[in-house]
């Protein structure tokens, strides 16, 4: 094609249309072939380009109802003949809906690697949130969302706008200032958030786990030799309740748990024993986890770029490991399990170089801190 690279390339050459128009006619042109019934009723002008732009929407977000489309064209297209591209969209989804429900629900579950839901902090301290989710999900976004918004609105508070007039629907009235519904929907959704941190089960209990709150005091009877035995052994040790025993303990479960705090004091009983306290400090003091975090910016862990959730200890203080920025790292809350839990193992300086390595598989990364921002 006189050394054109596309034919939409050849097209846009010798027309006097734009590049994207050139594009939508091309695309017109493969739906028309591959949809042959409701392409021959878009070149009579019965249906239009609309309508066939439906149809193919339809196949690709159907593929299990691909046959059945084909052999149902005829119908569809009387379909499209009595309805705006709109309606008839609404008409062909109810119809795949009757007569196969379950290949829809398989393709709709086939699609959950579309939805995402993205939440990015930028050099202010603003959070960048971004996503696309499922229908049930964002129904019940929007639904909790515009029942906050209408809380918020109806609220007498200083802080939160007055009602909306009945002319002005997308603005809000403050006084001389003008506040946009997407402006509102930022105190609407720290409504709702609030309302789901403070939450609690019938139990008392909070209904979403704690993250990086206030840590709590425990107190941990466990044998000498298990707390400085390998985390492998799995000793059994006694956590206390305001000095009654209370549950079971194993070594590896006291050394995560003192992960990020300090044990002290340290007190030997008439068994061999010692009796060490956890507490109510982060293992680490509030300027030392600041640095850290600082200094580390994300995750640690090989390819991560998620937050950091803990603050871990490269060398354990109950192997002689001390609380200083060489010998701490940031992790993600994944990743801190993963280290205890997992097969992974972390050693190096946290100021240089880390060494994470896998241990039955015998592979090992390296990573270094992501460079100073100035």
């Known amino acids: 094609m006189d050394g054109a690279r596309s034919g939409q390339a050849w097209i846009t050459g010798r027309v006097n249309d734009s590049r994207g128009g050139v594009a939508r006619m091309t695309r017109l ?3 028309q ?43 569809i297209v009387e379909l499209a003949r009595v309805a705006d591209p709109h309606r008839f969209e609404r008409d062909l989804l109810a119809l795949c809906h009757r007569v196969d429900p379950d290949a829809v629900d398989a393709d709709g579950h086939d699609r959950r690697h579309d939805y995402y839901l993205r939440a990015s902090t930028t050099l202010h301290g603003a959070v960048r949130v971004d996503g696309l989710l499922p229908p049930e999900v964002g129904a019940l976004f929007v639904n909790a969302l515009e029942a906050a ?31 946009a519904v997407s402006q509102r929907n930022v105190d609407a959704l720290q409504r709702l958030v609030t309302a789901a941190v403070a939450a609690r089960d019938e139990a008392g209990s909070y209904v979403l786990p704690q993250v990086n709150g206030a840590r709590p005091v425990l107190s941990v009877t466990i044998a000498l030799d298990s707390l400085l035995a390998d985390s492998q052994h799995h000793a059994m040790g006694v956590l206390e309740r305001f000095g009654v025993p209370h549950a079971a303990v194993t070594a590896a479960s006291a050394q995560r748990l003192a992960c990020d705090g300090v044990i002290s004091p340290l007190m030997i009983n008439a068994e061999g024993q010692i009796i060490a306290t956890l507490q109510n400090v982060r293992a680490v003091p509030a300027h030392i986890r600041k640095a850290v975090i600082s200094r580390d910016t994300h995750c640690r862990f090989p390819h991560c770029a998620q937050r950091i959730d803990e603050v871990h200890h490269i060398i354990y203080a109950s192997h002689g490991g001390h609380t200083t920025m060489i010998n701490l790292a940031g992790l993600c809350y994944y990743h ?22 896998q241990r039955f598989h015998h592979k090992h990364w390296t990573t270094h801190p992501p460079p100073r921002r100035t």
């Open 29 to 31: 042109g493969i739906m």
């Open 33 to 75: 072939r591959k949809y042959r019934v409701m392409g021959a009723a878009f070149g009579d002008g019965v249906v239009s380009a609309g309508h066939l732009q439906v149809l193919a929407k339809a196949h690709q977000r159907f593929p299990r109802l691909g046959i059945m489309l084909t052999q149902a064209e005829e119908h």
């Open 149 to 179: 918004r209408r809380d918020v609105t109806t609220t007498p508070d200083a802080t939160t706008p007055a009602p909306a007039p009945a002319s002005a629907p997308a603005l809000e009235c403050e006084g001389e200032a003008w506040v």
């Open 336 to 357: 801190h399990r993963l280290i205890h839990h997992g097969d992974w193992t972390m050693h190096g300086d946290a100021n240089t170089q880390l060494t994470f390595h």
